[in-house]
């Protein structure tokens, strides 16, 4: 080692040599002039020897300096690297579709922690990101990206979508490190941190373009401000349209598509057409059906852009005498209180994969494209529904349900507004179906239609739906003509759609026109964690005691098994039980054998049924707890059954051996339990 040039010295150790080398011509790079760098693998440290004439060692990772084999002098520094991903990556990972789960991939969990730390200190926060590493035992076939450091191999194999952003990079704040150490020239120090800013400053600027028409933000703010109940309209300083929400679209009869970058006034009346609303100003206007509104234009002064005319448009009311009254601002539309019951607060989940549905649905409800929910019997589907229709612009607005159970054609059910109850809409079952089905649609007009069950549907109906959705602009169906709707659609059905597609037995046409975003709602067997507290949730409802829990009315036994019950019902199932424990409670706690005969049916063995005598030895000892052998067989005596000794005493092994009943020592006596009890109501 030459120990000339320069003045000090340092020993990198790390166990991946690749990041030894990294280490080394970069640190030798920007501090080269001051700074020795030397490096070793932590296998090849065995002696005292290696690291003398070091005034500092710099560890790659906790873990290497942990495992570090031969003590340290006091005198020699020890710093642990920090390192951080490559910003220059950012351009790659931005390119992923907002709102995905994207897996990290590394060799350890802790380092993934740190990589996600990092991306959301970065700013990129518009992905659910999931850890994966070595003794991850299976991989998520649902997710489709991946961002790994330098880990390729350790990506599950379905993935395409791979991301290596290489190994990390030494942070500024390492480098920072070492100069203040060494006491090197602050100016090297600010100028090496300078150097770091303006290469993070290029890259975000290289990456600001794709932000702009792209990231997340843009596009849910765009979203909310498109479902807000006032008007709202971006001009320019042309007056041409930037941006429109649905109820200035609504208020000024403005065409459905077509509008952006076209003037604002060549969609007024006459007397409008040619007004010039780019100046903070009160305008009365009137649309094309003669109706008058108030816009009132606001100037927006943005650095480095040009001026926007911010607009909001508020219908004027008629007077008595015939004149229009201009308000000041446009009168609040409130959500009612009522409704909270069907909005998201309804949900109960400690579960991460239903919480990321539900906040998915959340995001759903800002749009008001087409959504087919999909699941198996009681998963709340229909609540999920309500939900994003309560949560959306058209809450004031019905909520019908046309429900397709098995046996029925078609039945309709309409949830009134602005109270809660449901009124029974048009029953479809007569000769005239389409007359019966745009009936449907105009009592949901300018809310929400849910098609529930939507894999009942007949192909009849399926048919009329198509040509229904695929011609509500034309207001032409089958010559029959009717007014354009405004009708949201959510479906619901508890098979896969695409799978009877691809069998015949669903319209292909329908299934695409139905599922413009999907969710699929999770069965309760893969939500375990929420069983406790929906159980909780039900048992405080029915007893009216906010501090009951269901370990106060079950039995510990009862309470085990609930907990590991696959519930082919799902979370009505569970509401089900509730409801049968709470009429079946009487001051004691619940057990196994006052199941439902449904349940206790599935839980007897194949072959278990037990012989008479078998029975009767049960019904011994559960009519007298700690009941010895010697009054077993006085009791089988009376019943005219004569059993010896040692067959009694095998007998006994057996059921206990089962669970069915327990043997005390010495004097004890046998007890049934639970699942013996359970046995005797077979």
Sequence with gaps: MDRSQPKYHVLIVSINSNIRLEFQSYLHKILGAHIAFDTIGLDQVQRPEQIKGYQCILFSSPLVQSEFPIPIPKEVMQIVCTRTFNHACLDQIIRIPPGERVYIVNDTYDSIVTIMEQLKEAGVVQYRFEPFYPGCILADESIHYAITVGEPQLVPGHIT???????????????????????????????????????????????????????????????????????????????????VNRRFSMDLELPETGTTGRNLSQFLPQPCKGMDFCHSADYKVMNRSGKHLLLSSLELLLPNHEPLYLLTSTPCPVLADGTTEYPAAPEPVFSDSRYTDSMFTSFTTASEPMKHILEYARRLSLYDFPVLIQGESGTQKKLLARAIHRTSSRRQQPFVCLNMPMGLNVAARVNGIPGVHEASGPALIVSDPLSQMLELFKEANHGTLLIDSAEYLSPEIQGLLIHILQDNRTGNVFGTRFSPFDVRIIATAGQDLYEMVRQGLFREELFFLLNAASIDTLPLRKRREDIPLLMDQFFRELFHNKSLMARDILSSSLFDFLMNYDYPGNVQELYNLTRYFFSHYAAHPLILAQLPSYIRNQMRKPGQDHSPVRLRVLAAIAASPRIGRGAIKNALAEAGVELSDGRLRGLLKELSEEGLIRINRTRGGCEITEQGLMSLRH
């Design 161 to 243: 979508n791979v991301i290596d952003i290489g190994n990390r990079i030494i942070d500024i704040s390492t480098v920072n490190e070492l100069c203040e150490y060494f006491h090197l020239p602050a100016s090297l120090s600010n100028q090496i941190t300078k150097s770091y800013v303006n290469s993070i400053m290029q890259i975000a600027k290289l990456t600001s373009a794709y932000y702009q028409d792209y990231i997340y933000s843009r596009q849910l703010l765009q979203t909310v401000i498109s479902n807000l109940p006032i008007g709202l309209c971006l001009l320019s300083v042309r007056g041409e349209i930037n941006m």
